[in-house]
């Protein structure tokens, strides 16, 4: 039988997202060892220590079904939050809230409005239910919020904005958000993923969060891959009002984030050092990318989160390989000729720069 005709034609066609190379392929590809892997947003600095400590304290328990409810995650997130746990969802890794919002408030032939250069799950999860996607050009490297909520239509549902904006970097500002919320009509919901928010400094910034009012149809998405370093046990979080969090409830696999992602993200939440080193390791690895960057001559976005939208040139992502590097080629985002440099330690920054060098002198030569 021919199981592609029994394959909705969204899904025949829709092309799967590309994760960053892991290390370990790299290695048996390569022969190569000690390879670095600055190309995914992880955390440099691993997991929060109170993370691993709890976890592996939790592994005898490994047989029980983790708390479907996430009670102590969702408790005391709601205490630092300062808002009602009825307000609160996990999902295993943001994305799979994501995909919850999109199943739960969509329908085929519906569409979202995303930003041209955004990233790339929305469109994809979107496809994925028949729906379509409104691409609004970028300002530059930044999202035209202008632009975007003019390009709502009749069969709109949902904006997806990610603020900072993987892969660009860029952030919009309060005045540009405030503008946007007045232009989007009553019944579109407006979701803004925030996996970079704790990176972010700068007085310009608008927390999502400030602006529910219980009214508006909007969601704020977190996670703990980022500044906490748990990408690998998959867990984030989305906040909005009480009866948006029912919708997305309904359609929740009933253990979704699993028991060692529930400890450890308890844990990580209060590691108050780890985040703190965190954002200092990303503070100075920016400003020692972007002077040394400078230094070279190669353009980059400037960047609000952990990692640059740099123009390394076309191919350099492969003569990377063999050196032990893997960075993030952004082609299929639709910048040919760059890559997405994520900030490593000081000895990762320092050995990508040291192969970029060496890599320009020799396509001086
Ligand atoms: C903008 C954005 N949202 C969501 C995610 C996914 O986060 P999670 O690991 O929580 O699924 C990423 C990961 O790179 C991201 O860049």
């Not at 960057?293 to 992502?317: C, H, I, M, Q």
Request: glycine residues 8%; charged residues 20%; contains cysteine.
């Amino acid at each position: 039988m021919d199981i592609s005709q029994l394959v909705p034609e969204w899904i025949r066609t829709l092309t799967p997202y590309q994760p960053g190379k892991p290390i370990e392929e790299l290695e048996r590809e390569y022969s190569v060892h000690n390879s670095i892997k600055i190309a995914s947003n992880e955390n440099p600095l691993g997991p929060s220590p109170k993370a691993i400590a709890a976890i592996t304290a939790a592994l005898p328990q490994l047989h029980l079904y983790p708390d479907g409810d996430c009670f102590y995650l969702k408790q005391r997130m709601a205490e630092k939050l300062d808002i009602d746990r009825s307000r609160l969802i996990f999902g295993n890794g943001s994305n799979e809230l994501i995909e919850m919002i999109v199943r739960a408030f969509m329908r085929t032939g519906e569409s979202i409005v995303v930003g041209e250069h955004a990233f790339a799950i929305y469109r994809l999860v979107a496809q994925a239910v028949g729906g379509r996607t409104i691409a609004v050009p970028h300002k530059g490297f930044q999202f035209d919020l202008e632009a975007m909520a003019k390009a709502i239509t009749a069969n709109t549902r949902i904006v997806f904005l990610d603020n900072p904006n993987n892969p660009t970097g860029t952030i919009y500002t309060r005045n540009e958000w405030e503008a946007f919320l007045k232009a989007v009509p009553a019944n579109v919901f407006v979701v803004v993923d925030e996996a970079y928010f704790e990176f972010v400094d700068d007085r310009d910034y608008p927390n999502s969060l400030a602006y529910q009012d219980g009214k508006r149809l909007l969601v704020t998405l977190r996670t703990f891959s980022k500044i906490c370093g748990l990408a690998g046990v998959r867990v984030g979080y989305g906040i909005s009002s009480p009866e948006i969090i029912d919708a997305l409830n309904r359609i929740r696999q009933p253990f979704n984030v699993n028991s060692l992602a529930q400890i450890g993200a308890l844990a990580a939440l209060d590691d108050n050092d780890h985040i703190w080193r965190t954002q200092e390791n990303n503070r100075q690895g920016i400003a020692y990318l972007r002077r040394e960057l400078d230094r070279l001559g190669l353009e980059y976005a400037p960047s609000w989160g952990n990692f640059l939208l740099v123009k390394v040139g076309a191919g350099t992502y492969q003569r990377l390989l063999p050196e032990g590097i893997i960075i993030r080629p952004m082609e299929g985002y639709g910048f040919p000729g760059y890559a997405r440099v994520s900030v490593g330690t000081s000895p990762e920054n320092e050995r990508f720069i040291a192969a970029m060098e060496k890599l320009l002198k020799n396509r001086g030569a």
